[in-house]
């Protein structure tokens, strides 16, 4: 992962809403090729702890080589960010005063996991964000699953309105012999899809689909914000950039219930995007989606009467 040059989106904005300073505690749950979190470590220390935690080990690492001189201040962890709280006992770590997600990929893993991320690069399709796991890949997926099945993943977790066209050449493509990598998937898309191309590749949404399908993302994602709130200490921060629709969505309707059932405040009424200026310069932060919230003083509904 170390040639790459990944550019982190929403950088400042996100530092911005954690509210960083010396001494405070901040877990990165997606900790990629480092970007987010060298500059929360920059803004900690001195005093501070980063925990920095990923389920590609490639990405943990390379971060153990990027934070190497930092000592005791950092702790990488190969794991899932939905297992926060765990993570945080195993390092005798009671709360955070800022949580960050960046649920989308590093360019780094886009371009050189070898795992069949990027339609732009010839490789298998395998799409799991820790290959060590046995699970099935979006290779297994795209050979075994019904027509049904695929036009059911196209359209839920891609929101691809021609999921059932796709999943009719996919199927039809095949019969023929086996789809083998991601470039090739993405050709059988393009074909099937009507019209004129856009400004993104018309297989974005299928392969997006089929990596949260195969890393089972949004159950992740899910259990993370059903867990994090008791993770912050009063006044903790938590900040998150997705990518889709349907992970914002998910976001946006747990905090909302926090502020109310459980004194949070809302620190972002309206979605948070990247400028003008930032979507030129990196292309990858065109659909990122910013929310932030702050754990009340107390929280609990007992506390909220009093």
Do not use: W
């Amino acid at each position: 992962m170390a040639g790459a040059r990944h550019v982190p989106v929403l950088l400042q904005e996100a530092c911005d809403f954690l509210s960083l300073r010396p001494g405070a505690v901040v877990a990165d749950g997606t900790l990629g090729a480092g970007g987010h979190s060298a500059a929360i470590l920059e803004r900690i220390l001195p005093g501070g702890q980063l925990i920095g935690i990923d389920r590609d080990p490639l990405a943990v690492e390379h971060g153990r080589s990027v934070f190497a001189s930092h000592g005791s201040n950092v702790h990488l962890v190969h794991n899932n960010y939905s297992n926060l709280r765990a993570i945080l006992d195993s390092l005798e770590i009671g709360f955070l005063d800022g949580i960050l997600l960046d649920l989308g990929l590093s360019s780094d893993q886009l371009l050189r996991s070898g795992r069949g991320f990027s339609f732009e690069a010839e490789e298998p399709l395998d799409m799991r964000l820790d290959p060590e796991e046995e699970t099935p890949t979006a290779g297994d997926i795209v050979q075994r699953a019904t027509e049904v099945e695929l036009a059911d993943i196209l359209f839920t977790l891609g929101e691809e309105r021609h999921s059932r066209r796709i999943a009719r050449r996919i199927v039809a493509a095949r019969r023929r012999g086996p789809i083998r990598t991601t470039r090739e998937l993405a050709s059988i898309i393009a074909a099937a899809m009507p019209g004129k191309r856009g400004k993104i590749h018309p297989a974005t949404r299928s392969l997006q689909a089929l990596r949260i399908k195969v890393n089972n993302e949004i159950s992740h994602l899910e259990l993370f914000l059903g867990g994090f709130y008791d993770c912050l200490a009063p006044g903790g921060r938590a900040v998150v950039i997705s990518f889709h629709s349907l992970e914002d969505r998910l976001v946006k309707r747990r905090f909302r219930e926090l502020a109310v059932r459980e004194g949070a405040k809302l620190l972002t009424r309206k979605v948070v995007r990247a400028t003008d200026e930032e979507t030129r310069s990196n292309p990858m932060s065109r659909s990122a989606r910013l929310r932030a919230l702050e754990r009340g003083p107390h929280g609990g509904e007992e506390d909220n009467r009093a």
